[in-house]
């Protein structure tokens, strides 16, 4: 079945880096696009970036722009989020996910706490 695991979380000071990683399972990896999300306290999910499948193609949302990457090795089904000069407003729990167009799947999230 598909897995999606998340890893690399944690608490970090404002300005300091993190780099998260997704390792997907249960699909052909390397055929689709891949994604990462993220859910504050009483705020609603968002998109943080999208990569293509062959890694060639990369959205981020505006809040991220500059600071934050997506990556993929195709290799090892992962995809990865390096975080840097992280702010407060990026504590939330980060979500890998995929979807094939007919159903949608999400990893376990991870914490990410951004704070002094």
């Known amino acids: 079945q598909v897995q999606l695991v998340e890893s690399g979380g944690g608490l970090v000071q404002p300005g300091g880096s993190l780099r998260l990683s997704c390792a997907g399972s249960?699909?052909?990896?390397?055929?689709?696009?891949m994604s990462w999300y993220r859910q504050a306290p009483g705020k609603e999910r968002e998109l943080v970036a999208r990569?293509?499948?062959?890694?060639?193609?990369?959205n981020y949302a505006d809040s991220v722009k500059g600071r934050f990457t997506i990556s993929r090795d195709n290799a090892k089904n992962t995809v990865s989020l390096q975080m840097n000069s992280l702010k407060p407003e990026d504590t939330a729990v980060y979500y890998c996910?995929?979807?094939?167009?007919?159903?949608?799947?999400w990893g376990q999230g991870t914490q990410v706490t951004v704070s002094s």
């Open positions: 996910f995929w979807t094939n167009y007919a159903s949608d799947y």
């Open positions: 249960g699909f052909t990896f390397r055929n689709y696009a």
């Open positions: 990569i293509s499948s062959t890694g060639g193609s990369t």
